[in-house]
DNA sequence: CTTCCTGCAAACCTTTTGCATGCCT
DNA sequence: AGGCATGCAAAAGGTTTGCAGGAAG
């Protein structure tokens, strides 16, 4: 899923940013992955070891201040922490799956048709959109139950339980 | 919004409730909005007044394991908390207005259209879906700046900055 | 000189959990 | 007896805030 450059985003808006803020920033830009504070805070402090908490937390403020990040809580998989992506140039939203922790990204016209339509029949300016949805990817549906859980580090299936 | 009836709906599963459960349950059920634990919390306690928060988030737990409600974060317009509705009959979501913090429902066949695209496209079982929009209102975007917030109290407009 | 940023620690808020007790079957 | 539900209090987990020191304009 393409991003916006945050960095120049920034620039652009005439913000000035700090060593720490701009250490911050480019770890969120580069990850792979959609990344929560703590995690986030990890990276960061690879490029500037003395970085706090409180100035990861006060930096995602202030780009969500500036619209240039989206918030998510990926149906609350692992927690009630949030997890924290540049935003994309075409809208998108995330299949959780239950079973193996995997997050797929979607992109659907029929999804930008309706957040058209909310704009249009109900004259609701938007300027966030979440949608998450959860259940059971394609792969745990046809394998016996369990048998994802081994095969690959990359997913954490904290939760088997929905939270929502 | 037509909401299941939760308590025939569990009877309907064999589940046994206690009294405080039922009260909690009934006090869900008969509220006109989303309502988070706390408040639940304390309309239940109407009822029962000697029920515990642990009771409520462990009827809460029942309830949403038995996939009766669903779990709402109402874009965060106000903290961390999550609110709880009986599950609808037709899929709705929600659009919070970040001025006068108004939640309306919404229904669209286009949201039925794209659920159904996740399932059949990409092989994905949906058990919960959540979409949630942030922005402004028709209302709030026609007034001039602020002038909704004293005028109802229906709303509560604790945070006017968006938190996702 | 003023403003904003920083680290640190403490506070906050919601949700979860351990435990002893009690109810119901 | 056995199993589940309850209140209470404490813990947990993530996020926010007060404060004093510093850097920057």
Redesign the pocket.
């Known amino acids: 899923m393409e991003r916006k450059r945050l960095d120049e985003q920034i620039a652009s808006k005439g913000v000035r940013l ?1 060593a ?2 701009r250490a911050v920033i480019a770890s969120l830009q580069e990850a792979d992955v959609h990344l ?3 995690t986030l805070l990890e990276r960061a402090r690879q490029r500037n070891p ?6 990861v ?3 995602l ?1 202030l780009l969500k201040k500036l619209g240039l990040i989206d918030e998510l809580d990926l149906m609350h998989l692992e ?4 997890y924290f992506e540049a935003k994309s140039v075409r809208g998108h939203f995330h299949l959780a799956c239950f079973t193996c922790g995997a997050i797929v990204e979607y992109t659907s016209s029929t999804f930008e048709q309706l957040k058209q339509e909310i704009t249009s029949e109900h004259g609701f300016e938007i300027q966030v959109v979440r949608l998450e949805v959860g259940g059971q990817c394609e792969k745990c549906r046809r394998l016996p139950r369990d048998s994802q859980l081994s095969e690959s580090g990359e997913h954490t299936p904290r939760a088997v339980s929905q939270k929502a």
Chains 1, 2 share one sequence.
């Open positions: 700090t720490q803020r929560d504070a703590a003395n970085i706090d908490r409180a100035t937390y006060r930096t403020e927690g009630e922490k949030h």
